[in-house]
């Protein structure tokens, strides 16, 4: 499985240039990121029957919430600083009558990390604007707080304690899709993501791009969640952020003094501490063993990674295929060339009846030859530094290449990946690999190990030679 079939759910719903690319899903399962390209409609593509569809009529709940709410809701827009020219907008709403934001990480990420190039700009539903100040961030929640040189009215509260929520009731959802206007969407709640490294809340109705960092609250008004991202692949399958941590957020803004000048420390800081607990899940009981022929190979499933495996058995050619992949279904948003903080491992179990030893080899060779580690031009990664060696754990042979990448802007992060490859049979090779993404360097080593260390071969089948 490629890095780019993973599921997060952190997919970033600010339209426009600055937008990040999805993060993609599990197979099968894709979420969204960037706004798609507006293209017009084919001339056929509605049938006549739907040209006459009548409309629901609109929920009085939803024009008297949006009505007094207008006033609260901002539009939160990344500019170059070099012309102003807009790069990205999301949304956000002002907390009661202060001049408190709260949007999400991903809306204002561009000049969170690089505010020499972009600033931040907002804009209300009656067209006044004005400057941004980034006061804190949670990269891992996906949420930040700003200041802005205007006031609420008090709209948006987030009490203690916050509202209670039951599967099914209303919740109404604000901002601005697709950079269109100021919208406000209907859909129920639907419980917590379990499946979330972090929890989400599932609403079941439409979030479009640019509506990003808006509120979603309830029928009376009290603020349920922070607009973060949507599935592609579902019908109105959206995703809030809790309130609590916007609401944990701004405590942490009213303790601290002056914003940060410079944020990578401080995501480098959540960084670190998201990747202990990363690990501490992933490793703290032994990873589970599956078959694949005569080979055991490490996989975790749990609430955070899921795996998945297919095969070519049933295909005309002279070799058969099996694929075994487990990736966590979510990772955290830096920017829009950066995500993190994720584990995923694959096993390839490789074998032929048909081929010669050395047409086999040739084969599996040139499988082991095709694995990338990544760019040498990458302005967020060093490149690549790689180590190869024939190694042999308790049981097992093996081909192993190490590769180890240093972030540039935060400092004591590395990308790790390990590929190792069975050497004990000429018409066999189990072909496995681990990528753990965001790691310290002592927990990078840490998880490789234990991987390698897992691959075993059954000791019943020690002496058959059989593919």
């Known amino acids: 499985m490629k890095l780019s079939d993973y599921a997060f759910l952190l997919a970033s719903l600010c339209a426009g240039a600055g937008a990040h690319a999805a993060p993609a899903p599990a197979p099968a399962a894709a979420h969204t990121a960037s706004t798609p390209p507006i293209k017009p409609p084919p001339a056929t593509a509605a049938p006549a ?9 609109p929920s009085s709940a939803a024009q008297k919430l949006y009505t007094a709410a207008r006033a609260d809701i901002l539009q ?22 202060g001049d408190l934001v709260v949007s999400n990480y991903h809306v204002v990420s561009q000049f969170a990390l690089d505010p020499d190039t ?25 949420l930040a707080v700003l200041r802005v040189n205007r006031r609420g009215t008090g709209f948006f509260k987030m009490p203690e304690p916050l509202a ?22 209907e859909g129920s709640y639907n419980g917590v993501v379990t499946r979330s490294f972090y929890d989400q809340l599932m609403f079941t109705g439409p979030i479009n791009a640019g509506m990003s960092g808006g509120p979603s609250v309830t029928a009376n008004g009290d603020v349920a969640g922070v607009n973060v991202s949507k599935r592609l692949d579902g019908e109105l399958v959206s995703f809030l952020v809790p309130a609590r941590y916007a609401q944990q957020l701004l405590a942490r803004v009213a303790q601290q003094g002056k914003a940060p000048k ?9 960084l670190l501490a998201h990747q202990e607990v990363m690990l501490a899940r992933l490793l703290g009981t032994p990873l589970s063993l599956k078959a694949m022929g005569p080979y055991r190979v490490p996989v975790r499933e749990s609430d955070q990674m899921r795996c998945w495996g297919r095969s070519n058995v049933k295909s005309d050619k002279p070799y058969m295929l099996d694929n075994t992949s487990c990736a966590m279904e979510s990772a955290i948003f830096i920017s829009g060339a950066l995500q993190t903080g994720q584990v995923s491992m694959r096993h390839e179990f490789l074998r032929s009846s048909e081929l ?7 084969l599996a060779s040139a499988s082991f030859k095709n694995e990338s580690f990544g760019s040498y031009k990458s302005v967020n990664l060093t490149g690549p530094q790689c180590t190869e060696q024939f190694v042999k754990n308790k049981t097992l042979p093996l081909r192993a290449v190490l590769c180890v990448r240093a972030y540039r802007k935060f400092t004591g992060l590395y990308d790790f990946a390990l590929l190792a490859a069975s050497t004990d049979e000429p018409l066999m090779s189990l072909q496995s690999r681990i990528d753990a993404r965001g790691v310290s360097y002592a927990n990078g080593m840490r998880v490789t190990r234990t991987f390698l260390e897992a691959l075993s071969r059954a000791p019943s089948t020690t002496s058959s030679r059989k593919p």
């Open 356 to 362: 010669g030893a050395l047409r086999f080899s040739e």
């Open 49 to 57: 029957a739907t040209e006459h569809a009548t409309l629901p009529p």
């Open 76 to 97: 939160v827009r990344v500019l170059l600083k070099n012309g102003r020219t807009q790069s990205s907008v999301g949304s956000g709403f002002l907390i009661g009558t």
């Open 118 to 142: 972009y600033v931040g700009e907002w804009v209300d539903t009656s067209g006044q604007r004005g400057n941004v100040e980034l006061l804190a961030v949670d990269v891992l929640h996906d």
């Open 262 to 270: 410079d944020f990578k420390p401080l995501v480098t800081a959540q």
């Open 164 to 185: 209670p929520l039951t599967q099914g009731q209303y919740l109404y959802s604000m901002g601005n899709p697709l950079d269109l206007g100021f919208a406000i969407s």
